[in-house]
């Protein structure tokens, strides 16, 4: 069975929008990119005309791998997220213990996370770690240098 994939409608809709630039556009120009490398010559030692077809497996796979996520996705409505805890879509603010500082991060699946926008994955170490945890309470999160420990300060929902 495969597994579910939580995402906003926004992070569905950029998704949907991706699958169907790839099925359309993508294929059209990786078909064009082959039939050029084609009309070049001799198939066995044509590198254009490998790396063409390279890039129609990867972009098969990508589009196989789209299909398979947006089969199984359940779109989660912000205005319904729990603010009592950490939980999926929660906007979480934090204190690293150590250093004082403070953070706000969003929780949110994988394919919609960007650190730069301050979205981690809940199946980041950080987001397993906070996942549940009440406002006050202490997150311990194995790090590569360690184990880090942060206080949850604040939980809202997403505005």
Do not use: C, H, W
Request: aromatic fraction near 4%; charge should be negative; avoid cysteine.
């Amino acid at each position: 069975m495969s597994q579910i994939t939580y995402l906003t409608q926004e992070g569905f809709d950029r998704l949907k929008a991706e699958l169907e630039e790839m099925k359309t556009t993508g294929r059209k120009e990786v078909a064009t990119a082959i039939a050029e490398a084609r009309e070049k010559g001799d198939l066995s030692e044509n590198a254009e005309y490998d790396a063409a077809k390279d890039a129609q497996g990867m972009l098969e796979m990508r589009i196989n791998e789209l299909e398979k996520t947006l089969a199984n996705v359940r779109i989660i409505d912000a205005s319904q997220v729990d603010t009592s805890k950490v939980v999926l879509l929660s906007n979480v603010t934090i204190e690293n213990l150590k250093t004082g500082k403070e953070m706000t991060y969003q929780l949110v699946s994988e394919s919609e996370a960007d650190l730069k926008e301050r979205r981690i994955s809940a199946n980041s170490p950080i987001g397993k770690g906070l996942l549940g945890k009440a406002v006050g309470e202490i997150a311990q999160v194995e790090t590569p240098s360690g184990l880090v420990e942060f206080r949850i300060k604040d939980i809202s929902a997403v505005s």
